[in-house]
């Protein structure tokens, strides 16, 4: 069981950034890849990035790409994703999610853990 609480989230404006941060409850956050999620209101859940349980490998949907970061430090089981050049389009309330699986990352239904989720409010 892994218990994930996300913080970081706020209003920011255009072009500023933000880092949420989530941290994982238990002793073998390694063992698992984690993700990023948002979800606007009115719309789908989407994929953000992933990383693996290493933290060799990232991976980002396109319309992130350059803008985030996500990290990991599994010496204190707690990933982070660091977001520049903020847009409006990327209010949404951000969930990290925690996985077993290897591959299909950017699926949510690979992911078996998540976090309550966090705001994010960009102003134009």
């Known amino acids: 069981q892994v218990q994930l609480v996300e913080s970081g989230g706020g209003l920011v404006q255009a072009g500023g950034s933000l880092r949420l941060s989530c941290a994982a409850s238990?002793?073998?956050?390694?063992?698992?890849?984690m993700g990023w999620f948002r979800q606007a209101p009115g719309k789908e859940r989407e994929f953000v990035a992933a990383?693996?349980?290493?933290?060799?490998?990232?991976y980002y949907a396109d319309s992130v790409k350059g803008r985030f970061t996500i990290s990991r430090d599994n010496a204190k089981n707690t990933v982070y994703l660091q977001m520049n050049s903020l847009k409006p389009e990327d209010t949404a309330v951000y969930y990290c999610a925690a996985t077993n699986t290897y591959g299909f990352y950017s699926r949510g239904r690979a992911y078996d853990y998540w976090g309550q989720g966090t705001q994010v409010t960009v102003s134009s």
């Open positions: 238990g002793r073998t956050f390694s063992s698992y890849a």
């Open positions: 990383i693996t349980r290493s933290g060799g490998s990232t």
